[in-house]
């Protein structure tokens, strides 16, 4: 049986704080980094599992830091933070930091309208000099947060796509890994600038981006006075405000899983920025905006006007089990493990929060000790939860043509979350062949003999096993790199091997991999079970 521990970077005005505890369950405060400083943002790049903030200090100015050991350990500052010299400009604020699609990847964006790129895992950044340099510059103005680069929104699978939102410049969009860039501004309608074409004011106040990693060409966005969607990559946008009781607000979430649905947290206007009536709602929708629903059970009902800002709310997991999390100004931090039916306190009395806790998950086996990312423990374990992630035990097949990289992490893995490995082959197993042909063949048989419910198949690269085991009729292999398509594999593929890259998958990326897989189940609609019936026809 599994346990699945929920970790939250929470950013506040006195530092950085790691919540960690059961999904549901208590939280605890595991460990405190820069204490005393402005913390804008932290995130863990599950790829590497390695720590980055962005830290503004008083004396040293905005500068990102990073670790690949405990929060409360030794933390190291990156190179390469800062403007090109010989500018009047500043550097005044490091907003966030994201994780591209390119190995070892990540983003950060900054203000005054910068952003950066790094490819070494967040050791050292470049500014991007497309945006930098772009001729409407110029004519860009800051909004009441500065002139901030505060979503960055990659395209899942290519690197080379991205959009961002500035505060208070618009959307902008690149199909050449940032060397050009265009606006992504069609049908954004600020009521602030009225007389000036909407197309072509620079003067757009977005507040937040974020994708349906579903359907990529799918984009939500949290506006200065709107809500709205794109469906065309945020080449243009259509208002999908009404419903809500204010149009107004800053943070927004989506469920990775379902693009129809995504949730924000509407404020009563820009002029007073909390909570409509007193009263914490997060809003959902479920097809798309065309409607929406209160969702506020357990919440503050009355007296609570709280302030959340734009960077505010996030998700993991997705579907029935999505965990939602966001953080007011007053310090209160909230969570859902029912994909916002219910709520409950995750913590209080912490400092002013800037940033929301960016949640990771990872899993403990029945009885193991909680530990830290670098082997540390820290204290006993919560209270085990059956079943909560996991509702059913599979039997499972694992095949890998070599032990390296996560192969036996796989099956540890697969144990961990109640699941039976009925099957070891290729190098997993004993006296059997251990080219990825042979041992992923075997797992796939399984599979189709009934002796197990799916398989797992890896080597270097993943190819070859998805090749191997979709020679066997009656399997549906997969190979995926990200949660995302592992989901997607599941809902519309109705996959039943995944295939994974020994080269290529971190630990912390299988975790966040197999959540996926095994939180998702085959699409219901016609159209989908079609299409698998036909594969399956297929001679």
């Given at each position: 049986m599994a346990i699945a521990i929920t970790e939250l970077l929470v950013s506040t005005r006195k530092g950085l704080f790691m919540l960690e505890g059961e999904p549901g369950g208590p939280f605890e405060v595991a460990a405190r980094a820069s204490a005393g400083e402005p913390v804008e943002f932290a995130m863990r790049d599950t790829r590497s599992g390695r720590l980055l903030a962005s830290v503004t200090s008083a004396f040293h100015g905005p500068k990102i830091w990073f670790t690949d050991g405990d929060a409360s350990g030794e933390w190291q500052q990156a190179d390469g933070v800062a403007l090109p010299e010989g500018g009047e400009a500043?550097?005044?604020?490091?907003?966030?930091?994201?994780?591209?699609?390119?190995?070892?990847?990540l983003y950060a964006g900054?203000?005054?309208?910068?952003?950066?790129?790094?490819?070494?895992?967040?050791?050292?950044?470049?500014?991007?000099?497309?945006?930098?340099?772009?001729?409407?510059?110029e004519s860009w103005m800051p909004g009441g947060g500065g002139l901030c680069v505060h979503s960055i929104v990659p395209w899942p699978g290519d690197p080379d796509r991205l959009a961002v939102g500035i505060s208070a410049a618009g959307v902008w969009l690149t199909e050449d890994r940032g060397k050009t860039w265009r606006r992504g501004n069609r049908g954004l309608v600020p009521g602030y600038v009225p007389e000036e074409s909407p197309?072509?004011?620079?003067?757009?106040?977005?507040?937040?981006?974020?994708?349906?990693?579903?359907?990529?060409?799918?984009?939500?966005?949290?506006?200065?006075?709107?809500?709205?969607?794109?469906?065309?990559?945020?080449?243009?946008?259509?208002?999908?405000?009404p419903?809500?009781?204010?149009?107004?607000?800053?943070?927004?979430?989506?469920?990775?899983?379902?693009?129809?649905?995504?949730?924000?947290?509407?404020?009563t206007a820009d002029t007073d920025r909390v909570t409509v009536g007193g009263r914490?709602?997060?809003?959902?929708?479920?097809?798309?905006?065309?409607?929406?629903?209160?969702?506020?059970?357990?919440?503050?009902?009355?007296?609570?006007?709280?302030?959340?800002?734009?960077?505010?709310?996030?998700?993991?997991?997705?579907?029935?089990?999505?965990?939602?999390?966001?953080?007011?100004?007053?310090?209160?931090?909230?969570?859902?493990?029912?994909?916002?039916?219910?709520?409950?306190?995750?913590?209080?009395?912490?400092?002013?929060?800037?940033?929301?806790?960016?949640c990771s998950k990872r899993h403990l086996s029945a009885g193991a000790q909680q530990m830290g990312w670098n082997g540390v423990a820290?204290?006993?374990?919560?209270?085990?939860?059956?079943?909560?992630?996991?509702?059913?035990a599979m039997r499972i097949s694992v095949a890998a043509d070599e032990r390296t990289g996560v192969a036996d992490a796989v099956v540890e893995q697969l144990r961990a979350r109640g699941h039976e490995a009925v099957g070891l082959h290729g190098a997993l197993g004993e006296d059997e062949r251990d080219d990825w042909a042979w041992c992923s063949e075997a797992a796939a048989r399984d599979v189709a003999d009934g002796r197990a419910d799916q398989a797992v198949v890896c080597c270097w690269t993943g190819t070859g096993a998805s090749i191997a085991a979709n020679k066997v009729a009656g399997v549906r292999a997969a190979l995926c790199a990200d949660a995302q398509t592992a989901a997607g594999a599941r809902r519309w593929n109705d996959a039943n091997v995944l295939a994974l890259?020994?080269?290529?998958?971190?630990?912390?990326?299988?975790?966040?991999?197999?959540?996926?897989?095994?939180d998702a189940g085959p699409s219901e609609d016609e159209d989908d079970r079609a299409n698998v019936a036909h594969v399956d026809e297929i001679a």
């Open positions: 500043a550097l005044e604020r490091v907003w966030l930091i994201v994780a591209g699609e390119a190995d070892r990847t900054g203000d005054p309208g910068v952003l950066f790129e790094s490819t070494d895992g967040g050791g050292s950044w470049q500014i991007n000099r497309g945006l930098w340099d772009h001729p409407s510059r197309e072509q004011s620079n003067d757009l106040c977005i507040h937040h981006l974020e994708r349906a990693g579903a359907r990529p060409g799918r984009l939500y966005m949290q506006f200065h006075g709107g809500v709205y969607r794109s469906d065309d990559a945020g080449e243009s946008w259509q208002d999908i405000a419903g809500l009781p204010s149009d107004f607000g800053f943070p927004l979430a989506v469920d990775p899983a379902d693009p129809d649905c995504a949730y924000v947290i509407p404020l914490v709602s997060v809003y959902e929708t479920r097809d798309a905006g065309a409607s929406w629903t209160p969702r506020g059970d357990g919440l503050p009902a009355e007296h609570a006007f709280l302030t959340v800002l734009r960077l505010a709310f996030d998700s993991c997991s997705q579907g029935s089990t999505l965990q939602l999390y966001f953080a007011a100004t007053s310090g209160d931090v909230f969570g859902s493990v029912d994909a916002g039916a219910s709520w409950f306190a995750v913590a209080d009395h912490l400092p002013p929060v800037s940033s929301s806790p960016r820290r204290g006993r374990p919560p209270a085990m939860r059956s079943g909560a992630l996991y509702p059913s890259s020994l080269r290529a998958t971190s630990e912390a990326q299988l975790e966040e991999i197999l959540d996926a897989w095994f």
